[in-house]
């Protein structure tokens, strides 16, 4: 029994497919996570933005993952300053909470 082979013109590589997913649940435009790490970029600065990076919002809470316990610790008394900060600078939305947690950058 001979098996057909399929044409590689028919499937789609899947790095392309979720490349497409996470272009449309996280968009540039105003609300989309990465908007929201340009912002954050330009809000704090280099020393933070180069040890804590937004990595999803749900409703008005911020998630940002930071590269060590120290800088967990460091970023909690800087919590509403940077909401300050970043709020200043989001037109379309408004960050009420920021939730550090280690994770990768």
Known sequence: MEKKRLSNKTFTPIGRVLESILDQCRSDS??????????????????????????????????????????LHQLQFLKTELLDKLNLRLKNQRVEDIKFKIGPL
């Open 30 to 71: 105003a609300g989309g996570i990465l908007h929201l790490r340009h912002v954050w970029e330009n809000a704090v600065g280099p020393p933070i933005s180069d040890n804590a990076k937004p990595f999803a919002v749900k409703g008005s809470l911020l998630l940002v993952h930071v590269s060590s316990s120290a800088w």
